[in-house]
């Protein structure tokens, strides 16, 4: 990963954390995007000094705010000429309904949108590089949005549920990511982690999630697990020009069938659009 420029969102804790420094350690010039200047900070440190990597610089953003996603892209814009590979990771589930500062549902807003919109706008950065990657973390929770995206009712007005939010913004992510291809011929791929023990899901206080939070180790692999299929997306030879698939275990995984919908890709990033007007 040499002289490669890559960017990671969510990386001051669980995949994304790995996923910087893994890259950071094969040689990557990483720049981490959270929403924390604090750790930011220590994360960076901690990565110079686990790895002795060169160059790991930071921007910090709350990736559910439209104007600090555009302002994050703009800083990296001022901090490098081009993106060899973008990791879309930063993502989080809510137990209870909320509302972004842009007046979005913050599923739909953090773990959608901000795919989208920080894509677009690092989009001349990524056409700038060779031979550029655009990594979208997605997961197996997709498979519950069985209807597909609710066109309808995007933001769960009504009836909603956290886990149901979830997965519809996760399927939102596979069909982005492929949409993403045929629009711009960027190299860009969707994958599942796996159940990963991270901070995933400890915003919330309800009794049922801090009963599943308090098992989730049982039943989980570890963070380095978890980030093995990013960092290969992003990094591995062997995936060189492999375009608009879907992966799990470093592997490509079958989909649903609401993911392959591609009359509905192309509908989610037109409503995008729409959503992210400035
Ligand atoms: N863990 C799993 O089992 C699992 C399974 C399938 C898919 N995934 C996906 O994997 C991705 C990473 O999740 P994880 O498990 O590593 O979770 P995590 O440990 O909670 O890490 C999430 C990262 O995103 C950052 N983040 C959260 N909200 C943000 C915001 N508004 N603006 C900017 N950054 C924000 C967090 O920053 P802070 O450190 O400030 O909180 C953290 O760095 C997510 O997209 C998730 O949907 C996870």
Not at 240 to 252: L, N, Q, W
Request: with cysteine; charged share 15%.
């Amino acid at each position: 990963m040499k002289n490669k420029i890559v960017v990671v969102t969510g990386a001051t804790a669980g995949i994304g954390q790995v996923t910087a420094r893994e890259l950071a350690r094969a040689g990557a010039d990483v720049i981490l995007v959270s929403r924390s200047a604090e750790k930011c900070e220590q994360t960076a440190q901690q990565i110079r000094s686990e790895t002795g990597a060169a160059s790991v610089r930071f921007v910090v953003a709350d990736l559910s705010s439209q104007v600090q996603v555009r302002r994050a892209a703009q800083e990296i814009t001022a901090l490098s000429p081009r993106i060899d590979v973008l990791v879309n990771n930063a993502g989080a589930i809510f137990d209870q309904r909320a509302i972004s500062t842009d007046g979005i549902e913050m599923t739909w807003a953090l773990n959608h949108l901000s795919y989208f919109l920080f894509t677009q706008e690092l989009l001349p950065l990524l056409k700038a590089a060779p031979a550029a990657r655009v990594v979208n973390v997605s997961s197996g929770a997709h498979f519950m949005a069985r209807g597909g995206i609710r066109f309808d009712d995007v933001q769960f007005a009504n009836a909603y549920s956290g886990w149901a939010a979830y997965g519809q913004s996760k399927l939102a992510n596979i069909l982005f990511s492929n949409e993403l291809v045929r629009r711009t011929g960027l190299a860009s791929n969707a994958l599942h982690p796996g159940a990963v023990n991270t901070s995933f899901g400890r915003n919330n206080s309800t009794p049922l999630s801090k009963l599943l939070y308090k098992l989730w180790p049982l039943f989980t692999i570890s963070p380095e697990k978890g980030a093995r299929t990013s960092i290969y997306l992003a990094s591995s030879p062997l995936v060189e020009g492999v375009a608009g698939r879907y992966f799990a275990d470093c592997k490509p995984a079958p989909t649903s069938p609401a993911a392959k919908d591609a009359a509905a890709a192309a509908r989610l990033w037109t409503l995008s659009e729409t959503m992210t007007q400035g």
